[in-house]
C-alpha cells in the first residue's frame, strides 16, 4: 500500500492564483482530513469529511473548499490565494475517525507571493 | 476552538537521559490522547496513545500517563538517542468520534 500521497511537494502561487492540492488514499479509509501546519502552531483542521460525499468545516476553513466524490480522494481548492494561505499543508486519513490513528500524507509546502 | 496546552516548546537532552513532555486538555468528554512524531520534511506518524479508562501505557522506551483528575497526559522517553530528535505533537478527542485537536508541538532535540 501507498498509504497517503499528495501532489504536488511543493508550489509558488500567486496571489490571486487558484490550485487544488491533491490528497489520495490506498487504504479504504472512511475518514479524511486537511490541515494546515504553520510554524510553532501545530497542527490546524481545514476541513475533514466521514465518507463520499460528506464534508465538513474543521477550525479553519475560511479560503478553501473541498469534495469528496470518491473514498479514496479527497481534493482541496484554494480559489483566490492570499499570502495568509503560505503553510505546509497534511492530508490524512483514518478508519473510523477521532479516537483512532490518522495517517499523514508527507505534505505539500505552498507559497503565496 | 484552543490547542491542548504543549509544553515544553522546545527541549534539548543528552543522549541516554529521559526525555518529558507534557499536556493539559480542558474538556472533560476527551477520551483519547494520542502522540505523533514528525521527523523533519515528513508527515507526522503515531508512536503511542492512550484511553481515558488507562493510566499508563508503555511501548518499549516509549510510555504515556494521563492523570484523569488533573486533567493532563505526559510522553516520556527513556534512553534516549538522537533519532529520537524530532517535533513530536499531543492531541485529543475532545469527545468527538470525527476529529483531533493538535497541541502546538515539541522540539526534541538529542544530542549525542
Known amino acids: 500500500n501507498a498509504g497517503v500521497t499528495q501532489t504536488p511537494k511543493f508550489r509558488i502561487l500567486k496571489i490571486g492564483q487558484s490550485m487544488t492540492l491533491q490528497c489520495t488514499q490506498d487504504?479504504?479509509?472512511?475518514?479524511m482530513y486537511w490541515y494546515r501546519q504553520d510554524p510553532g502552531m501545530g497542527l490546524k483542521l481545514i476541513y475533514y469529511?466521514?465518507?463520499?460525499?460528506?464534508?465538513d468545516k474543521g477550525e479553519v476553513p475560511n479560503g478553501y473548499n473541498v469534495s469528496r466524490s470518491t473514498t479514496e480522494d479527497f481534493p482541496l481548492r484554494l480559489e483566490l490565494a492570499a499570502p495568509s494561505q503560505t503553510s505546509v499543508y497534511f492530508c490524512a486519513s483514518s478508519y473510523t475517525g477521532g479516537a483512532n490513528e490518522q495517517f499523514f500524507g508527507p505534505g505539500t509546502r505552498l507559497t503565496v507571493l | 476552538g484552543e490547542n491542548v496546552e504543549q509544553h515544553p516548546s522546545t527541549l534539548s537532552v543528552q543522549e541516554g537521559d529521559s526525555a518529558v513532555i507534557k499536556c493539559t486538555y480542558s474538556d472533560s468528554a476527551s477520551n483519547y490522547f494520542p502522540w505523533y512524531k514528525q521527523e523533519l520534511g515528513k508527515g507526522p506518524q503515531l508512536i503511542i496513545d492512550i484511553r481515558s479508562n488507562v493510566g499508563e501505557k508503555k511501548d518499549q522506551r516509549i510510555a504515556v500517563t494521563l492523570n484523569k483528575t488533573a486533567k493532563h497526559f505526559s510522553l516520556h522517553i527513556t534512553e534516549t538517542q538522537p533519532e529520537d530528535s524530532a517535533v513530536y505533537f499531543c492531541a485529543d478527542d475532545r469527545g468527538s468520534n470525527y476529529k483531533l485537536t493538535f497541541g502546538k508541538g515539541t522540539l526534541l532535540t538529542v544530542n549525542p
Open positions: 469529511s466521514v465518507g463520499a460525499g460528506i464534508t
Open positions: 487504504m479504504n479509509h472512511n475518514y
